[in-house]
């Protein structure tokens, strides 16, 4: 089976990614629709406007004049609850990620989850 095809239950083959963190907080290198074969997503810095998942939020946050959810007064919401519960299938908990966002920033965000990669090795 091809490393990235996914059945629903299977949890991504991170990939290294040093782009933006987008809006939602997700580890684009975890991402399924970045790290398939065909089409990949280029990442949340180019991207936020084409994927629906993506610009869903970066609008939202856009709107209120805020980068990431987290900076969100009702963070968070119910949309974003549904979302990340999805997602947990995908190895990836999107409030705990909106957290750690908050706390260290998106360089040391990025790096935790890229090293993350090389522990696994």
Not at 58 to 70: A, D, E, K, P
Not at 103 to 109: D, I, T
Request: glycine share 8%.
């Amino acid at each position: 089976m091809d490393k990235h095809k996914q059945e629903k239950s299977e949890i991504v083959t991170p990939e290294y990614y040093s782009g933006r963190v987008p809006a939602c907080g997700v580890f684009c290198g975890g991402c399924p629709v970045y790290v398939r074969d065909k089409k990949p997503c280029p990442g949340a810095g180019i991207n936020k406007i084409r994927c629906d998942r993506c610009k869903t939020f970066h609008l939202c946050c856009q709107s209120r004049g805020i980068v990431h959810c987290y900076e969100c007064r009702t963070f968070p919401c119910s949309k974003f609850k549904g979302f990340a519960k999805r997602w947990l299938k995908y190895g990836q908990d999107f409030i705990e990620n909106q957290k750690l966002l908050k706390e260290v920033g998106e360089q040391a965000f990025l790096n935790y989850f890229n090293n993350k990669l090389d522990d696994s090795k």
